[in-house]
C-alpha cells in the first residue's frame, strides 16, 4: 500500500512564500515522476510542475521563475518552494507520484494567498 502525504499548505500575503512537502509511503522501491497539480474554484485543474526520477524539471509558464520542486530520493519525497506569491496563486495543491506506472495522489491541500 502506498501512500502520498502532504503538508505545508496555508495563509499567506500576495509576495509571500509556502514550501509544499509531498512523501511517500509504503512499499516503494523507486519513485518514477513527482509533481504537484492544482484546481482554483470554478476553474480546470492544471499542472504546476513536476521532476522525474533524474532530477529533471518542468514547469507550467505562470510558474516559472517563482516555483521551484526538488526532491530526497531518500525519503521520497518532493518539495515545492513557491515564492513571490499572488492571489491567483489561490488553489487546492494535489501531488502526485509515479510508482511502478501507477499513479498515486496526495489528499491536497488548500494555498490560500491574500491581497
Known amino acids: 500500500q502506498v501512500q502520498l502525504v502532504e503538508s505545508g499548505g496555508g495563509l499567506v500575503q500576495a509576495g509571500g512564500s509556502l514550501r509544499l512537502s509531498c512523501a511517500a509511503s509504503?512499499?516503494?522501491?523507486?519513485?518514477?515522476?513527482m509533481g504537484w497539480y492544482r484546481q482554483a474554484p470554478g476553474k480546470e485543474r492544471e499542472l504546476v510542475a513536476f521532476?522525474?526520477?533524474?532530477?529533471?524539471?518542468n514547469y507550467a509558464d505562470s510558474m516559472k521563475g517563482r516555483f521551484t520542486i526538488s526532491r530526497d530520493n531518500a525519503k521520497n519525497t518532493a518539495y515545492l518552494q513557491m515564492s513571490s506569491l499572488e492571489p491567483e496563486d489561490t488553489a487546492v495543491y494535489s501531488c502526485?507520484?509515479?510508482?511502478?506506472?501507477?499513479?498515486?495522489w496526495g489528499q491536497g491541500t488548500q494555498v490560500t494567498v491574500s491581497s
Open positions: 502526485y507520484a509515479f510508482i511502478f506506472s501507477k499513479l498515486y
Open positions: 509504503g512499499s516503494i522501491f523507486s519513485i518514477n515522476s
Open positions: 521532476i522525474t526520477s533524474g532530477g529533471s524539471t
